[in-house]
C-alpha cells in the first residue's frame, strides 16, 4: 500500500489445448500485455515472442517453485502471466498458484486473477459429439498427487452414480499401468458395450479419435497427450452417413 | 451427394458465460459467417446484427424443434449456428441437436461441427480461485429430464467419491425445491463446514458470488442463473489481503 511499491499483477492464463481458434481475446491480450511470461516449456513456446517481454519457462513437476516465482514477480511489480494448457482450475496452474499464496506469510499485495480456458475434456468432446450430454465427471488418474486407492474410489463412486467420466493424465510416467489397472476395474463395474472414447492430440495436425467400447477397448492408447471418456449407461454411438458421434442423451427415462 | 444439392452446415457453436472477452475466435467466426442463426432468444440477442443474416430466435424447452430447424435448413443449403450459452457440450444444445441427428431418417448430408465454449463452471471457478483443483463432477439439477431419484443417487455417490461438484440449473421452475432438497441431502453426507460457493451471472453486470460453508448456506440464493460449487473433503479457504480464494488443493494425503 506504500506509494513506493509499483502495483503489479499476476493472472493465471488457460491458453486452451492449442489451436488460436481456441483462444479467449482475454487470455490472448493478458499474454500480449503481460511483462513476464511463467510456464511450462511448451505452454510459453506457444505465446508469441514479443520485445521486452520476458519468457520463464521451466520443465514439468516444478508447479509450486513456479508459482513462487511467478508471486515474487508480481510482488515486485511486474505484470505475470502464468501460462497454462487447457483450462487453468482444471487440472492446471490455477490450484497451484493458490496453494503458493496460501504458503505465502505476505498477503495479496498484487492484482490477482484466473483466466478460464476451453479445457481439453471440452475439445474432445465437441470432435466425438456430446459424450458430456449427461451428469458428467472429471479425474485425473494421475497418481503424483494422490494415492491409487483414491482415484479407485472415484471410478467406483462414479459408476455407481452412472456419470461420463473423462480422465485427465491417463498415463503418468509414475504409474504407466494406471489406465490398464482403471480398465480392469471398470470393465468389472459396466457393460461392456459402452461406449468409450480416446481423444488424442484435439486441435492438433496429430490428432486423432478413437471410438470403441469398454470391451473392446486398447487402454494402451492413452498417453498422456490423451483424453479418455468413458460413457454412462445411456451413452451411445449414432451412425449417420458414414460419421460416427458420440452421445449421451439429456434424457434419463423414469423407471417404469 | 447430387450435383443440385447445395452443400449446407450445421455448427453446434458455444458462446461462453456472456462477455465478448471470453467468446473464441472460432465461435466468433461461426457466427458472423452464419446464414442462419438458430437458438434460445437471449443467446441469439447476444450475437450482432448482421445484413443478410437470418435470426430464428425460440423460447425455452423447444430444444428439439429448434435442433430439427437447424437440420431442416442445413439440409437445403443454409449455413446455420446453433447458438449456445457456455460450452454446447456441457448441459446445451450439442446433446439436442444429435438427439435430432439420430431420429432423422435421411443421413448427414451437411457438414456439422460443435465448436466448445467456456462453461459456466469454468467462469464461476476462475473467479472463486481454483475449486475444481481436484477430481469434480458436474451435474444438473433439473429434473426436467430425468427423475429426481437419479439426481440423489448422484449426489451420494458424488458424496462418496469425494467429488467436488458443480451444479446446473439449481432452481428449475418444475421443481423449485430440488436445490433445498438436494442441501438437505448433502448436510446428512457432508461436513458442515465443507466450503460452498453460489456464483451468480459471472462475467455480467450483476456478477455475484456467495462464499460459504454447507452449514450456513442459504440454498435460496440460488436461482438459474447460479452455478453452485459445493467442495470436497479437502476444499478450503484461503484468506490473503481481504481476498478470499477457494481452493481444492491438488494433493491428497497419503493415509498415515
Known sequence: MSDQKPAGSLKVVGLGPGPDAWLTPEAASAVAEATDLVGYIPYVARCPEKPGQIRHASDNRVELDRARQAIDLARAGRHVAVVSGGDPGVFAMAAAVIEAIDADPVPIDYG??????????QAAAARL????????CAISLSDNLKPWAVIEKRLRAASEGDFVMAFY???SKARPDGIHDAFRLLRRLKAATTPVAFARAV???????TLTTLGEADPG?????????IGSSLTRFVDKGGQRLMLTPRSVEMAG
Chains 1, 2 share one sequence.
Open 112 to 121: 490477482f486473477s484466473v483466466l478460464p480456458g476451453i479445457s481439453a475434456m
Open 169 to 171: 493424465n491417463p498415463a
Open 203 to 209: 486441435g492438433r495436425t496429430d490428432e486423432h479419435l
Open 129 to 136: 459429439g456430446a459424450p458430456l450430454g449427461g451428469d458428467f
Open 221 to 229: 492408447l492413452a498417453d498422456m497427450s490423451t483424453l479418455v471418456v
